[in-house]
Each structure stands twice: as structure tokens, then as C-alpha cells.
């Protein structure tokens, strides 16, 4: 698209170059041609006025109202005929140093030399001009309208792209903006996710250490109590042994009656409870290795589940930073498309400055000036009837 938009770019300025350059060369010919229009024009209807008067006065002949028979009549007629072209003539004559038309001259010695061919020539060589003249307008008026369009379309056209494009870059802006803020959001999480990381390891290393110190208790408290069992035993199962060998001897001869120490008729409790002891000592280092394997098999999750958000979120930041990079990239390229579009636009609106110049007085003035110019024709070709009626009387 890239592509097309700057081969479109590069056609749009040759062809503005191009209409610039024509449309500069046909303004100054335009505005000669128009000065000599005018020019032509006033001389045309000072001739006509001319022509008319000559005309008229042609035609107002006092020797029509009434015919005579005698020769003396006809003389009189024919007398009254020269003075009428001669104030024709001298008509022309001022028409012509009015106007300085060498042509109204030129008429104006045809008509008193009485060579009407010639008038009549001349009457058709200005009807022609005159009708080139209309072709020549016509077509400057339809030029000029298809020129107007063409730019207005154009310009139409060039608007819309840069609208578009304008809500393009907005677009972009806003993507960039929320891509910004997601890649900053993202990278906040994996500060956070790497904090709490840091602080569970440091939990799981206290834990440990506790699971440590609460197994060495528990074993140190084992061994201590085992000890004192051991010892428990040894000094009941001593005296057991004596009892057994005074019962031994009693049965030989009569004891002597003595005062003697029985031991604790409690010693079997205190055993069993140190037996107790001991076992709910072995129990609470299980329970504390349980604790362990589970609280490690815990934080190693953690870890696992952490490291894995900490890499999606890593591979989200990477993705949108490139595609944050692509969309800075293309908003570059869609601002310098809306400076182009902006520069087109402007050479369009000084081509429609220069179109409105050139062409506004005939668009606006097309009709009357084409009216106009057709009753000079009509006048011219009415006179020339008028003349070929006065020649055949």
C-alpha cells in the first residue's frame, strides 16, 4: 500500500506540474485573448452602429416615397442617392476614427463608391470571426467546468484520505499509548513476581531451618530421655534381682527382723510415661520431616508456577515492544503521508485559486456573452440584408 500511495503521489505532482504549467500559459493567453475581445468587441458594435446608421440613412432615400416618369426626376433621384452615401460614408468615416478600425475606413469608402460586394464581404468576414469567437468561448466554458470538477473531485478525494489517514494516526497513538502502559503493567508484575519469589525462598529457608532445629531437639530429647529409661531399668531390674535372692535365702533360715527401702510403687509409671515421651518425640520429628517435604514441594511449585508467569509475562513485553516499535514505525510513516496529503491539498487549492481566476468571468458572464455576441451576428446579418435590398432597388 506504501508502495501504490507513492507512485499515486508521484502522478498526482506531475500532473499538478503539468496543469500548473498550462494553466499558467493559458492564463496569459486567455487574458490577451479577453483584452482583445473587449478591444475587438467595442470596435464591432461602434462599426455596427455605424453600418446601421449607414444603413438607415441608406434606406430613408427620399426618392422611394414617390417615382416620376421624366427624366428630370430620375436625375433629382439619382442626385439624392450620392448625397446619401456620402453621409453614410461620413458616418463610417467617424465610426471608423472612433473605433480606429481601418475596416469601418475601408467600409465606409465602399459605400460611397457604391461597391456594396465589398461590404457585404466584410459584413461576412466579421460574422465568421464572431462565430469562431463563440466556439472559442464554449469551449473555454466547458474546459474550464470539467477543470473545476476535476480539481473539486480531486480535492474531494485528497480530503477524505486525510481524514483518513489523520484517524489512523489517532488510532495508532492510542495503541501505542495502551501497549505502553501494558508493557509497563507487565514489567511491574515481574518486578512483583520476582519480590514475592525472593521472599518465599527466604520463608522456605527460615522454615527450614526451624524443621532442622525441631528434629535436632527431637532427637536430642529422645536420647535424654532414653538415657534416663535406661537408667530407670537398670537400677528396678538390680533391685528386682536382690529381691529375689533375699526370698532365696528366706526360705533357708528366718530373716531377721529390720527396718529396709522399698522402691516407688509409681517407678512402673514414670517408665511408661518417659516410653511415651520417647514415641511422641519420634512423632513430632515425622510430623516436622512431613511439614518439610511438603512446605519444599510447595515452594518448589511456587517457584515453577513464578518462573513460568515471569516468562509469559517477559515474552508478552518482548511481543508488544516490538509491536509497540511497528505501530511508532507506521505512525511516522502516516504522519509524512498527512504532510504530503496536507502539501497535495494545498497545491490543489492554489490550482482552484487559479482555475476561479481564469474562468470565473466566463462561467459567470457565459450566457450574457454568448447572447450578446449573437445579436452582433444577427445585427451584422441584418444589415447585410438590409444592403442587398437597398442594392436591388
Same mark, same amino acid.
Given at each position: 500500500?506504501?508502495?501504490?500511495?507513492?507512485?499515486?503521489?508521484?502522478?498526482?505532482?506531475?500532473?499538478?506540474?503539468?496543469?500548473?504549467?498550462?494553466?499558467?500559459?493559458?492564463?496569459?493567453?486567455?487574458?490577451?485573448?479577453?483584452?482583445?475581445?473587449?478591444?475587438?468587441?467595442?470596435?464591432?458594435?461602434?462599426?455596427?452602429?455605424?453600418?446601421?446608421?449607414?444603413?438607415?440613412?441608406?434606406?430613408?432615400?427620399?426618392?422611394?416615397?414617390?417615382?416620376?416618369?421624366?427624366?428630370?426626376?430620375?436625375?433629382?433621384?439619382?442626385?439624392?442617392?450620392?448625397?446619401?452615401?456620402?453621409?453614410?460614408?461620413?458616418?463610417?468615416?467617424?465610426?471608423?476614427?472612433?473605433?480606429?478600425?481601418?475596416?469601418?475606413?475601408?467600409?465606409?469608402?465602399?459605400?460611397?463608391?457604391?461597391?456594396?460586394?465589398?461590404?457585404?464581404?466584410?459584413?461576412?468576414?466579421?460574422?465568421?470571426?464572431?462565430?469562431?469567437?463563440?466556439?472559442?468561448?464554449?469551449?473555454?466554458?466547458?474546459?474550464?467546468?470539467?477543470?473545476?470538477?476535476?480539481?473539486?473531485?480531486?480535492?474531494?478525494?485528497?480530503?477524505?484520505?486525510?481524514?483518513?489517514?489523520?484517524?489512523?494516526?489517532?488510532?495508532?497513538?492510542?495503541?501505542?499509548?495502551?501497549? &505502553?502502559?501494558?508493557?509497563? @503493567?507487565?514489567? +511491574?508484575? !515481574? /518486578?512483583? %513476581? #520476582?519480590?514475592?519469589?525472593?521472599?518465599?525462598? =527466604?520463608?522456605?529457608?527460615?522454615?527450614?531451618?526451624?524443621?532442622?532445629?525441631?528434629?535436632?531437639?527431637?532427637?536430642?530429647?529422645?536420647?535424654?530421655?532414653?538415657?534416663?529409661?535406661?537408667?530407670?531399668?537398670?537400677?528396678?531390674?538390680?533391685?528386682?534381682?536382690?529381691?529375689?535372692?533375699?526370698?532365696?535365702?528366706?526360705?533357708?533360715?528366718?530373716?531377721?527382723?529390720?527396718?529396709?527401702?522399698?522402691?516407688?510403687?509409681?517407678?512402673?509409671?514414670?517408665?511408661?510415661?518417659?516410653?511415651?515421651?520417647?514415641?511422641?518425640?519420634?512423632?513430632?520429628?515425622?510430623?516436622?520431616?512431613?511439614?518439610?517435604?511438603?512446605?519444599?514441594?510447595?515452594? &518448589?511449585?511456587?517457584?515453577? @508456577?513464578?518462573? +513460568?508467569? !515471569? /516468562?509469559? %509475562? #517477559?515474552?508478552?513485553?518482548?511481543?508488544?515492544? =516490538?509491536?509497540?516499535?511497528?505501530?511508532?514505525?507506521?505512525?511516522?510513516?502516516?504522519?509524512?503521508?498527512?504532510?504530503?496529503?496536507?502539501?497535495?491539498?494545498?497545491?490543489?487549492?492554489?490550482?482552484?485559486?487559479?482555475?476561479?481566476?481564469?474562468?470565473?468571468?466566463?462561467?459567470?458572464?457565459?450566457?450574457?456573452?454568448?447572447?450578446?455576441?449573437?445579436?452582433?451576428?444577427?445585427?451584422?446579418?441584418?444589415?447585410?440584408?438590409?444592403?442587398?435590398?437597398?442594392?436591388?432597388?
Amino acid at each position: 500500500r506504501m508502495t501504490e500511495a507513492k507512485e499515486d503521489l508521484k502522478d498526482e505532482e506531475m500532473a499538478l506540474a503539468e496543469t500548473q504549467k498550462f494553466l499558467g500559459n493559458l492564463q496569459a493567453t486567455c487574458a490577451d485573448a479577453d483584452k482583445n475581445f473587449e478591444e475587438r468587441k467595442a470596435a464591432r458594435m461602434t462599426e455596427l452602429k455605424a453600418v446601421t446608421d449607414a444603413v438607415e440613412v441608406l434606406m430613408k432615400d427620399e426618392a422611394r416615397d414617390a417615382m416620376s416618369s421624366t427624366y428630370s426626376l430620375l436625375q433629382r433621384r439619382s442626385s439624392a442617392r450620392a448625397s446619401q452615401r456620402q453621409r453614410a460614408a461620413a458616418s463610417l468615416r467617424s465610426a471608423a476614427r472612433r473605433a480606429r478600425d481601418p475596416q469601418l475606413s475601408l467600409l465606409a469608402a465602399s459605400v460611397e463608391l457604391d461597391a456594396f460586394v465589398k461590404v457585404k464581404a466584410a459584413i461576412d468576414k466579421m460574422v465568421g470571426m464572431l462565430k469562431v469567437q463563440q466556439e472559442d468561448e464554449v469551449k473555454k466554458n466547458d474546459w474550464c467546468k470539467a477543470e473545476i470538477h476535476s480539481n473539486e473531485m480531486s480535492t474531494e478525494k485528497k480530503e477524505g484520505d486525510k481524514a483518513d489517514l489523520e484517524a489512523k494516526d489517532s488510532l495508532l497513538e492510542s495503541d501505542i499509548k495502551t501497549m &505502553e502502559a501494558e508493557i509497563a @503493567d507487565a514489567k +511491574a508484575q !515481574v /518486578a512483583q %513476581l #520476582q519480590l514475592d519469589l525472593q521472599q518465599a525462598g =527466604k520463608g522456605r529457608q527460615a522454615e527450614n531451618l526451624e524443621y532442622q532445629k525441631t528434629v535436632q531437639d527431637q532427637v536430642l530429647t529422645i536420647q535424654a530421655l532414653k538415657k534416663a529409661l535406661a537408667r530407670l531399668q537398670t537400677y528396678y531390674k538390680a533391685d528386682a534381682a536382690k529381691s529375689a535372692a533375699l526370698l532365696e535365702r528366706a526360705g533357708q533360715a528366718p530373716p531377721v527382723p529390720q527396718m529396709k527401702y522399698a522402691p516407688s510403687k509409681a517407678a512402673g509409671g514414670i517408665m511408661q510415661l518417659i516410653e511415651k515421651l520417647i514415641q511422641d518425640a519420634k512423632t513430632m520429628a515425622k510430623d516436622a520431616e512431613k511439614s518439610e517435604v511438603q512446605a519444599q514441594a510447595a515452594y &518448589e511449585q511456587t517457584v515453577e @508456577d513464578t518462573n +513460568a508467569a !515471569v /516468562a509469559a %509475562l #517477559q515474552k508478552e513485553v518482548s511481543t508488544k515492544s =516490538k509491536a509497540k516499535a511497528k505501530a511508532a514505525k507506521e505512525k511516522l510513516q502516516t504522519e509524512s503521508d498527512i504532510a504530503d496529503t496536507a502539501t497535495e491539498l494545498d497545491g490543489l487549492s492554489k490550482v482552484n485559486t487559479q482555475l476561479h481566476a481564469e474562468c470565473d468571468y466566463v462561467l459567470k458572464n457565459f450566457n450574457t456573452r454568448q447572447e450578446a455576441r449573437a445579436e452582433e451576428i444577427e445585427a451584422l446579418q441584418q444589415a447585410k440584408q438590409i444592403l442587398r435590398g437597398a442594392t436591388a432597388s
